[in-house]
């Protein structure tokens, strides 16, 4: 499964809309996609809010990508 965009968006919309798509992925591998609105409002509202979060907080972006050990 490839994600394609624009690249004539600003940096916010190119990682809203990657985010966003990501997102649908996700619920694809999982089972859960349904296509629908719901769905939509729930991916959006993920991804903007996120992707605000990082560009809010460096920090805590920084230490989200740090490698996770193994137990």
């Known amino acids: 499964m490839a ?4 690249d004539c968006m600003d940096a916010f919309d190119t990682k ?4 966003h798509e990501v997102f649908h992925a996700i619920r694809h ?3 859960r996609e349904n296509g629908g609105a719901v769905e939509e409002d ?3 509202s993920l991804a903007t809010g996120l992707i605000g ?3 809010d907080n ?3 972006a920084k230490w989200l990508l740090t490698p ?3 137990p």
């Open 3 to 6: 994600i394609a965009y624009r």
């Open 29 to 31: 591998t999982q089972g």
């Open 16 to 19: 809203d809309t990657i985010v």
């Open 53 to 55: 979060v990082i560009q």
């Open 68 to 70: 996770i050990k193994p």
């Open 58 to 60: 460096p920090a805590f």
């Open 42 to 44: 729930y991916v959006r």
